[in-house]
């Protein structure tokens, strides 16, 4: 917000010019809760990236979304601010209310230790559960109740078949590198996936390129996406 200087001050008034609050450029985008503001200031950030300047208020509208987006565009923390804003602080309902997906364990570490990062001024619960891992420390895991949930979509849904994992409650999901997921051939698994989620959910699908059989995906899982 710009710094306003009265033309001429009343007799008797100070002509020292009067200041507003400087608003955080990531606030002039929506970005409004205590957790996601202390997560902008904790990373050090200071403007958004082109990327994130156009969904974020996008997303933030409860919008479907699909991001055209290569590493280091900023696009991880594109999809967690506007998340973690709406979801505000943990919920005692009992469900997990946002779900991100990726194609491989090594990326969801990757989420997770940013998604760490982003919540260490919050009480929103993350979950990590990956593959070749124990299954009774996973489950253990989802007793506790996470808000967020962070999953291989071959991990994700085994929970589901075994009817360990239930998404009834979750109001977002989102997909990153979604072409890699179609080129490994998990769209049998990513259909159950949608399957388990109300179809009142908010979508955000980040990929680098846009094949066929994922544009075709998108048609029949996404309500009006915008690019």
């Known amino acids: 917000m710009a710094v306003f200087h009265e033309a001429s001050a009343p007799p008797g008034a100070s002509s020292a010019p009067k200041k507003s609050k400087k608003r955080n450029a990531f606030e002039t985008l929506g970005l409004s809760t205590p957790t996601s503001l202390a997560a902008i200031k904790g990373l050090g950030f200071s403007q958004p990236t082109p990327i994130q300047r156009r969904a974020i208020p996008l997303l933030l509208k409860g919008k479907d979304c699909i991001l055209m987006s290569r590493t280091?565009?900023?696009?991880?923390?594109?999809?967690?601010?506007?998340?973690?804003d709406l979801l505000g602080e943990h919920s005692s309902v009992v469900g997990v209310r946002a779900v991100l997906i990726a194609p491989t364990r090594e990326l969801v570490a990757q989420i997770h230790r940013v998604c760490s990062k982003l919540?260490?001024?919050?009480?929103?619960?993350?979950?990590?559960?990956?593959?070749?891992?124990?299954?009774?420390?996973?489950?253990?895991?989802?007793?506790?109740?996470?808000?967020?949930?962070?999953?291989?979509?071959?991990?994700?849904?085994?929970?589901?078949?075994?009817?360990?994992?239930?998404?009834?409650?979750?109001?977002?999901?989102?997909?990153?590198?979604?072409?890699?997921?179609?080129?490994?051939?998990?769209?049998?698994?990513?259909?159950?996936?949608?399957?388990?989620?109300?179809?009142?959910?908010q979508v955000v699908l980040v990929s680098a390129t846009l094949p066929g059989d994922l544009v075709n995906f998108a048609r029949l899982g996404l309500r009006d996406p915008e690019f």
């Open 72 to 84: 280091g565009s900023g696009k991880t923390a594109c999809f967690l601010l506007p998340l973690l």
């Open 119 to 201: 919540l260490h001024s919050s009480s929103l619960r993350v979950c990590c559960l990956l593959g070749g891992e124990n299954y009774s420390k996973q489950f253990l895991a989802l007793s506790r109740n996470p808000d967020v949930l962070l999953t291989t979509v071959g991990r994700g849904s085994q929970l589901i078949h075994d009817k360990v994992l239930s998404l009834s409650a979750a109001r977002f999901l989102v997909l990153d590198e979604a072409d890699r997921i179609f080129e490994l051939g998990w769209k049998e698994q990513l259909s159950m996936l949608f399957a388990a989620l109300p179809a009142s959910k």
